[in-house]
């Protein structure tokens, strides 16, 4: 990292830890206070431009290979939109199975946030050394943290393994249903393999809890603000993660929109493209860009539910809940709403394959196009996911619109590194201090741009701080 | 038991060299224990915590294509952290998590290219014979003792 201090911008090039590459820049008024910050994400791949002319059927395994973390997440939204696209209702194994793979998908990648990437800042400090906070300072600091998290991450890319096939790309999800059934045995084992991971899940949770009021000045300044949710829930309100309808709510918890399918939520989402970014800004149309901005994601997912619907997961949910009388607003607690939702999917999975339905053959529905067009979705580990396909009579895709949960973060990411950026920033200084409470804000909402911008790569950071003429006046480089 | 952790990505021509020369090492019928991940995970750690000895194969850079060097590895005290961590970095894990330190070599053969979609080059592609016999070369034999 190195850092140069001038002339006159604020930039943070690579952001670390998060998926992808991308670069923020902090604006100074004229007064040499912060005015405005923005996310930049620089990758582009296209991947919706040259799915086109391809089938539908072949669309679940295409996108799929849009990230190597949440794979599962584009196969389940790309066969949701296929089943769409046949008109069909999927066998209800077919549907449960799905539940499973997206809820162990969940675990994963939440894992993968929360012990690989966030918990080096948590139990090490925004003020250690870069080169100690990573999983490898973890381990060598907090082995039993490090060990449990390997462990719970491993559980659910096992899990989608033995039910799917392939821990990432796999191709077991397709229009009608899914092309595989589970066998006893391998339900059995990932039965047997869930005690151990829900224990991991409430002892962090324990640890979490506890330490909150150590991040009580994170809590206030890491994307604290109003704006609307979104996220999928049951017909009765329950937290769901796939098959169910999405409900939008208000900063005060008031229902903007509920029981939508994918088609009448995309209705109502608008996108704003910036010059600057790769990355779409949606918000709700009706609203604007300013008032219809909305989060997605763990955050979001449990304050559009009126509970989690298990038992474990429940008590933690009050818990939460607790701690705003309205919507949880600071984006901060996106970590504890993962650590729920961990749990909740946990418990969930167990519910799911206890029932012997989950070991049926009658997996698919067969049928031929019976539509032209068909909207998907998802919840994916950071918020709802569409796949938007239109077709010729033949099946060919003519249009394909991928509306991706960090894309969905967007305008509440730009929000929340320039709050951070107004409490931390020294205009005669650029520190490590500021850079880590950036890196670490961002990383809080768990962007993925491999999937928003349908990039390639890994994602390292560069900040720059501008003037108000634009001019850099400092620069750290997190790839130096 | 022995463990070759062989890695790479088959899409990026020579990057896929690793995961190949891992397939035909099990073909051979040797007593290992063959992963071949596209890249190297923490959950790693414990599989290499769990072996007598690890052997890794990868591509690399900064020699002529087709050149197959082996190198002895121990856990690194530092490590930059993506999300891809380097052999040194998963030693590093098995140490400090599971108190394991089993001896470890890299077998690298050195890449043409990594053109995405591109097959193995010529170099490499007749590089694998050696870079199976330099994995089988690491196997414990009675009176052999593997260059460190």
Partial sequence: MKAETMAQTITIEPVSRVEGHAKITIHLGPDGQVQDARFHVLEFRGFEKFCEGRHFQEMPAITSRVCGICPVSHMLASADAGDRLLAVEIPDTALRLRRVVNLAQIVQSHALSFFYLSSPDLLLGYDAPPAARNVLGLAAAHPEIARRGIRLRQFGQTAIELIAGKRIHASWAIAGGVNASLSAAARDQILAALPEAIETARLTLDWFRASLPSHDEEARTFGHFPTLFMGMVTPDGSLESYGGRLRIIDAHGRLVADQLDAAQARVLLGERVEPWSYLKSPFLKALGPDEGAYRVGPLARLNVAQRCGTPLADEEFARFRSLSAGPVLGSFHYHYARLIEILFGLERIGELLDDPSCLSTDVLARASRNRLRGIGMSEAPRGTLFHDYTVDEDGLLTSVDLLIATGQNNLAMNRAVTQIAKAYLHADRLDEGLLNRVEAGIRAFDPCLSCSTHAAGTMPLVVEVHDVNGATIGRIDRRA | ?148
């Fill in chain 2, 1 to 148: 038991m022995t463990l070759v952790l062989a890695f790479g990505n088959p899409l990026r021509g020579d990057d896929g060299v690793g995961p190949e020369v891992g397939r035909r090492v099990a073909a051979t019928g040797a007593v290992v224990e063959v992963v071949t991940p596209l890249q190297l995970l923490p959950e790693h750690a414990a599989q290499v915590a769990a072996a007598d000895r690890v052997i890794f194969v990868d591509a690399a850079v900064g020699r002529q294509a087709g050149e197959v060097v082996t190198i002895a590895l121990q856990a690194a005290p530092t490590v930059r952290v993506d999300h891809a961590l380097t052999p040194a970095a998963i030693l590093t894990l098995a140490r400090d998590l599971y108190d394991a330190r089993p001896p470890a070599w890299i077998v690298q053969v050195h890449a043409a290219h990594f053109t995405t979609g591109a097959p193995l080059s010529a170099a490499v592609a007749a590089a694998i014979p050696r870079a199976i016999n330099a994995v089988l070369a690491l196997l414990p034999q009675p009176h052999h003792t593997p260059p460190r």
